[in-house]
């Protein structure tokens, strides 16, 4: 069987040399083109842009914006080391964005809000909540996005043209400022769309050529069993204690629902713990949300989750299958087990099945079709990772900084945005050693187990404030800080002691390390739970008048509301604008001292992304009087409703086929 040495240059053909250089050349072209194009809107002007979108481009922008190179680093390692199982993750999304416009999108569209923090504002009012979001939101974005996809897009880079992997992330880092400072954000809307369609179309090519390699879908499942790395019997017996367990491919493999006390993936877990973590993703992200507040009607809206549902049913067998191929061509190496051979494969000890897919990539698609498909998911997880290096730097200078210091100028806040960019970089970097060893080394289960740690606390009080009315501010806070404190006792021990793996075993003791991240999530969400409804219930209710068309119950309701942050909101908008004054006063007295050159306007373009970053915020009250109703024509109700009933109809099957 073919092994190839990890260490050789594999794209070193001039026909996958020169598409790369060309497809980054047309890119960084359109950037440069659009950065000197006129302004032709805010963040906050492209969101209140008439919301005229249909159900299709809902639907796909919502998968779009799910799937980046951490699923296809992810998934595809995951599928490689256990099997199928890890495909639970992405469809019980099925049924979790049915909820999202069933049940969630008609009360964002009756609030008249364009984020989930600023339903919350409204719903408890007070700037706690919030603020709490916001730190939350930055960890989340270090340690599961940033982190995540530099090490993903450097395990494509390392593979390709055999670097350190240190080395393939400074390259990274380097040509995603250079896609950044040449107008890159501008280009997003641009070139995202077609970059995520020609991914998804080389997916499905290297898929082919991936089942035609290993001789069928059936050849699979009776390969994958002995797909055992030839050079494990090469390790010294005293020197590693390891079974036979570590190296032979899992007996349950092909089965999604799997034993709940010795699976690596428990069925209560993927059944209930996945849509604990789910429902926080998909319901509450603000670039989820986003795009289905843009969508003409309630029933576009249900259409495109649909749509989206009906999507997700592809990693699986893109993403996953592939992966489990992957183990099966090259067992030496993406089955790794001997700690030196992995270190030299793939840069870390715990094994090396995280490079399962880019290793298909650049071993079997023919040239050509390797560098488009390289240079195209290079390209995407770049504008991924511009695009949390803004959504981040806004975060932190709008939320935290302005709160530090009120009187900030403009110019502060954007060098402050700056700065704190080259502080999640370098927090990030050194985080990478910890994503690459974290859950066996299996990237998915590192992502997933984060967010099992973070993410329940807010799915709970998110879920309470909208369908039970008795929930106040005080219980909604209480439970969001008792829920932190009682993840970070998991997750803090989990790092310091290490997830462990098999034949290196974590000393974390088992009381507090040894239950399953999912099952704690259940556990995490139905604590955060009782705490909140206790807190409530022991102190003062909210009163009816400030709840009208902000919970479930009253969507459809008339009264006036009297919003419990109207107060705030205003003393926010007359600091915004003493601000924006002061500013612009500042602007003038600079703009009148020089005159600006070519490269002075180059610089205060470059400037602009953050500038309609906050017309985002200053832009958002208006949307209260523009929001859609929620009425639906009953025909095309109906209509999507049934739909809905066949996708699920779809889900149940193949969750049972594959269980």
């Known amino acids: 069987m073919e092994n190839p040495s990890s260490d050789n240059v594999t794209i070193n053909n001039p026909a996958d040399i020169t598409i790369i250089i060309g497809y980054f050349i047309v890119v960084i072209s359109v950037g440069i083109w659009s950065m000197f ?29 799910n799937i980046g190179s951490g699923h296809f680093v992810g998934l595809a390692g995951t599928g490689a080391a256990s099997g199928i199982a890890v495909g639970g993750f992405e469809w019980n999304a099925l049924f979790i964005v049915l909820l999202l416009g069933w049940l969630f999108v008609p009360v964002y569209l009756t609030a008249g809000v364009i984020t989930m923090p600023q339903y919350l504002k409204k719903r408890f009012g007070g700037t706690r909540i919030s603020l709490y979001l916001s730190i939350i939101s930055l ?20 593979q390709a043209l055999g670097w350190n992997i240190y080395v393939a992330v400074i390259a990274l880092l380097l040509i995603t400022a250079l896609y950044t400072v040449t107008g890159g954000l501008a280009a997003l809307m641009y070139t995202d769309t077609v970059q995520t369609f020609v991914i998804i179309a080389g997916a499905f090519v290297l898929t082919g050529f991936s089942f035609a390699e290993v001789g069928g879908y059936n050849s699979l499942l009776a390969k994958y069993s002995s797909a055992v790395p030839a050079n494990f019997s090469s390790m010294d017996p005293q020197r590693y204690n390891i079974s036979q367990q570590c190296y032979t491919p899992r007996q349950d493999a092909f089965s999604l629902l799997r034993d709940p006390t010795t699976g690596d993936l428990p069925w209560p877990g993927v059944l209930f713990g996945i849509a604990i973590v789910g429902g926080w993703y998909w319901c509450t992200d603000q670039v989820i949300v986003q795009r289905c507040l843009a969508a003409r009607s309630l029933t576009h809206v249900k259409a495109g989750c649909i749509m989206c549902g009906y999507l997700k049913l592809l990693p699986m067998f ?24 992995c270190k030299q494969v793939c840069g870390t000890e715990v094994g090396c099945s995280n490079i399962a897919y880019p290793k298909l990539v650049v071993s079997i698609m023919p040239n050509g079709l390797r560098g488009l498909m390289l240079a195209v998911m290079l390209a995407a997880l770049m504008s991924s990772l511009a695009s949390i290096f803004n959504s981040s730097s806004t975060l932190f200078t709008m939320d935290i900084w302005t ?27 050194c985080w990478i050693p910890v994503v690459q060893a974290a859950q066996s080394g299996q990237l998915f289960d590192y992502i997933q187990s984060i967010s099992s740690y973070l993410a329940p606390p807010i799915a709970s009080v998110f879920l309470l404030a909208v ?33 462990g793996s098999c034949i290196f075993p974590s000393y974390c003791p088992f009381l507090v390390c040894g239950i399953h991240y999912l099952y704690f999530a259940i556990i995490l969400f139905l604590c955060t739970s009782v705490l909140v409804l206790l807190v409530s219930y022991c102190t003062e209710p909210i009163d009816d008048q400030h709840l009208h068309r902000l919970v479930f119950s009253l969507r459809y309701s008339k009264e006036e509301r009297t919003d419990l942050d109207g107060e705030q909101e205003e003393k926010a908008r007359r600091a915004l604008r003493e601000t924006q004054e002061r500013t612009r006063e500042n602007n003038y007295t600079v703009a009148e001292e020089e005159e600006k050159s070519g490269i002075c306007q180059l610089v205060s373009r470059l400037c602009e992304g953050s500038k309609g970053s906050q017309d985002l915020n200053q832009e958002a009250p ?3 009087e523009q929001m859609p109703d929620i009425s639906e024509d009953p025909v095309w109700k109906h209509a999507v409703d049934a739909n809905a009933l066949v996708m699920m109809a779809v889900a149940v099957f193949l969750w049972g086929y594959y269980a």
Not at 44 to 49: H, I, S, V
Not at 321 to 339: A, K, Q, W
Not at 403 to 429: D, H, K, M
């Open 37 to 65: 194009r006129t302004n032709r809107g805010t963040v906050g002007g492209y969101f209140l842009a008439g919301r005229t979108m249909t159900w299709w481009p809902v639907g796909a922008s919502l998968f779009a914006s």
């Open 139 to 158: 960890f989340l974005y270090i340690f599961t996005k940033i982190s995540v996809d530099m090490f993903s897009g450097a395990v494509f880079i390392q």
């Open 318 to 341: 893109l993403m996953v299958f592939p992966g489990m191929i992957s183990r099966v061509l090259y067992p030496d190496e993406v089955g790794c087990v001997v700690p030196e051979l």
């Open 403 to 429: 709160r530090i210091r009120p009187q900030a100028t403009e110019r502060e806040l954007i060098v402050v945005g700056r700065i704190w960019v080259l502080c999640i970089v370098a927090i990030s970097i």
């Open 467 to 499: 369908f039970v009315k008795r929930v106040n501010e005080m219980g909604a806070f209480w439970g969001l800080i008792g829920g932190l404190v009682m993840g970070l006792c998991r997750m803090l021990p989990e790092f310091w002691f290490g997830t």
């Open 622 to 624: 208006e949307a209260t």
